[in-house]
Structures are given as C-alpha cells and as structure tokens.
C-alpha cells in the first residue's frame, strides 16, 4: 500500500481500545490494512489468507474491517475525498427508506385471518383412528 493512501486513511482509524488481557500483540492497522486489501483483491476466504505475509490472521483483518466500518471510516474516507475534487452536490441526493433504517417500529399488525371457510381433510390421518388397508389378496 502506498504512503499516500496510508495517509488518507490513518486519520480515520479510530483509536483501539485498550487490551483486557495480555497475549499477542496487536496487529499494526496498515499491515491488517494490507491484509483486507489483498482479500479483497484477491477473492480468497478470509481464513486462507497466508500467514507468510505478515498481515495477521483472516480473523484479525475481517474483525478490524468491520469495526472499521462500524466506525464510519469507508464513509468519511469517500466523503473526504469527493470533497477535495468539489464532488459532492448535495442538492441531487436522494434517501430512499429501503437504505435508512426507521427511527420506530409502526403499530403491531393484526395475525391474518385464514380465507378458508372449512379445515382441510388430513392426507396423513383417518378419522376412524384406523389406516384402511387394501383389499387386494
């Protein structure tokens, strides 16, 4: 990864939280950086991303990714840059409800009321208790 992307996106990162319990250290963010690149790059699973590499664990780089992205950090690193080209015109964007998550469920609906005026006949089951058995000797 280059020293200009890596400049872009470290400001971004937000701060780990502290360690609760000793153990490894923790993977440096541009390494598991790299290692979330070349998954993406390369379409492997993340549990067969090579430990040669020196990216850390699959595991490791799938957890920092979507913390990373709880954390808004792809938002803001897209953001940013359509704002230093002078690429964001806000008077054209759009917010459709399948994307926004509503603030409150609506009322509870009522259980749909079968249009069926009588049971069916079981397929499974005789009503004499007994299974009818063939005639043929």
Known sequence: MSDELWSLIEPLLPEPPPKQVEGRPRVPDRQALCGILFVLHTGIQWEYLPQELGFGSGMTCWRRLAA???????????????????????????????????????????????????????????????????QCR
């Open 68 to 134: 990373w992205n709880e954390a808004g950090v792809w938002d803001q690193l897209l953001l940013n840059k359509l704002r230093s080209k002078n690429q964001l015109d806000w008077s054209r964007a759009v917010i459709d409800s399948s994307h926004v998550r509503a603030a409150r469920r609506g009322p509870k609906a009522d259980p749909a009321r079968s249009t069926v005026r009588d049971r069916a006949a079981s397929t499974t089951s005789s009503s004499t208790g007994r299974g009818s058995r063939s």
